[in-house]
């Protein structure tokens, strides 16, 4: 009897402890998780404060410092807020941002690599920025996601103070004051960039890309130089091509924004100069280049159709662009499509429908970016190409290579942080005119001019 007792205490024993050990491996998972988000948030804060800090106005007072600060740290924890809730739930993953699935089990398996010594995951030429960096963080803080999202809230809420500062220093503080909403408020720009996907930080080196030019364009400095370099190699990282487009509108705005052309051409070189340095002698984003230079007009004319056929929502998939004539052609019609598209009837799956509330704001936005592009030529003269020709560059070669409106109302957010300024300017004197408006209709009530409905 007692032996059998002693049995049952051993079995009770070794399963008490079992499901101890289980409690206190999830436990331990869990706090790995936690430590992980809060080391990136303590992290992604402390960026943040340092980034408002370089972006601060100088002349500035201490209300319009507070104001971007409360701005960025809001943006980061909206940001952050939304990202968990998405990864942490399978069915809205699956909904709105699939492939961090994917982005997740590379970067496992590179970390794996380097750990474990396993083999290493063919990765794409042009794309394998952010799988390197989400593999690093999982490197150091284990394979939590989490640690991706508060990475990512970050980089998104970087745009708060990068594009108030691209905006106050071409426009002034006023137009400045709508860039932070601007950042954070619109639909797509919110939603893409918080989730566990590249966009974040492809936004943040475009919007780094364009502060350094417009410094640049101010007056020249090696340190602006070295970032806005530094940029252009990342994104040739995530995002070949857009890379080597934004680089080349980046060159030449620079070389014909500014007013001494001379100088300006000069500038340019040093930027080609030291590009060259990053990518042919320090390897950074020259895979991504060479997938960008090595591909024609041929291979894009697949790719777009491949994309057209690949979900509901694809368009022009019986159109081929493979020569000169055809890609001239087709443009105007993807121009349209890319600008303005979906439509309502156009929206193909059930997944595009979250895209509406940013596809409507957009149309929204699209008289300011008009009028704020006609007054920043107005104020600017030829300093507006700083930012137009980059924004230009950018829009033709996602027009000519993007076929399904699933993935336009993602790249269209690229060329949004592009014209950030202009619509901020835009947006200010949409304001003035009707503050001006509702001045003088005061004025003509005090003096008892009645005015018609």
């Known amino acids: 009897m007692s032996l059998v007792a002693s049995r049952r205490g051993g079995v009770a024993r070794t399963a008490l402890a079992a499901a101890g050990a289980l409690f206190a491996g999830a436990l331990?998972?869990?706090?790995?998780?936690?430590?992980?988000?809060?080391?990136?948030?303590?992290?992604g804060v402390g960026g943040l404060l340092l980034l408002v800090q370089a972006c601060d106005d100088p002349s500035g007072d201490g209300g319009r410092h507070n104001r971007l600060v409360r701005w960025t740290l809001a943006a980061f924890a909206a940001h952050l807020a939304f990202g968990l809730v998405v990864t942490q739930s399978h069915a809205l993953t699956n909904y709105l941002g699939p492939d961090a699935l994917t982005y997740h089990q590379f970067a496992e398996a590179?970390?794996?690599?380097?750990?474990?010594?396993?083999?290493?995951?063919?990765?794409?030429?042009?794309?394998?920025?952010?799988?390197?960096?989400?593999a690093a963080l999982y490197w150091v803080f284990g394979s939590?996601?989490?640690?991706?999202?508060?990475?990512?809230?970050?980089?998104a809420a970087a745009l708060v103070p990068l594009a108030t500062d691209t905006t106050r220093r071409l426009f002034g503080p006023v137009p400045a004051r709508y860039a932070a909403p601007l950042m954070l408020l619109i639909p797509g720009l919110f939603m893409w960039s918080s989730q566990l996907l590249k966009e974040a930080a492809v936004l943040f080196c475009i919007a780094v890309v364009c502060n350094c030019a417009v410094r640049l364009n101010d007056r020249f400095a090696m340190g602006p130089v070295l970032v806005l370099v530094t940029g252009i190699a990342m994104l040739l990282t995530l995002r070949g091509p857009v890379g080597l487009v934004l680089g080349i509108g980046v060159v030449a705005g620079l070389a014909l924004g500014r007013k001494d052309v001379a100088s300006g051409?000069?500038?340019?070189?040093?930027?080609?100069?030291?590009m060259a340095g990053f990518v042919f002698v320090g390897g950074v984003g020259q895979s991504g280049y060479q997938g960008a230079v090595t591909s024609n007009l041929e291979d894009a004319s697949l790719t777009r159709q491949n994309l057209a056929?690949?979900?509901?929502?694809?368009?022009?998939?019986?159109?081929?662009?493979?020569t000169s004539g055809r890609a001239l052609v087709y443009l105007p019609v993807g121009l349209f499509n890319f600008t303005l598209g979906p439509f309502p009837w156009q929206g193909g799956a059930l997944r595009q429908l979250a895209a509406m509330p940013d596809v409507i704001v957009w149309w929204w936005l699209l008289p300011a970016l008009w009028g704020g592009y006609r007054e920043a030529r107005r104020r600017l003269g030829r300093g507006v190409l700083t930012i137009v020709l980059p924004a230009l560059a950018t829009w033709l070669l996602l027009a000519l290579v993007i076929s399904n409106f699933g993935i336009v109302i993602r790249e269209r957010e690229q060329l949004l942080v592009l014209v950030a300024p202009l619509l901020a300017l835009g947006l200010a004197r949409r304001a003035e005119r009707r503050a001006a408006v509702a001045a003088q209709s005061l004025a003509l009530r005090a003096q008892g001019v009645r005015l018609s409905p």
């Open 144 to 155: 939590h996601m989490v640690a991706g999202v508060a990475l990512n809230a970050a980089l």
């Open 110 to 134: 590179i970390a794996r690599h380097w750990t474990d010594g396993t083999s290493m995951p063919r990765l794409v030429g042009g794309k394998e920025g952010f799988y390197y960096l989400l």
């Open 28 to 43: 331990t998972v869990r706090m790995g998780q936690l430590a992980a988000l809060m080391t990136m948030s303590v992290l």
């Open 265 to 274: 051409i000069a500038g340019g070189i040093v930027v080609v100069g030291l």
């Open 309 to 322: 056929l690949a979900a509901e929502s694809g368009f022009g998939a019986d159109i081929d662009t493979s």
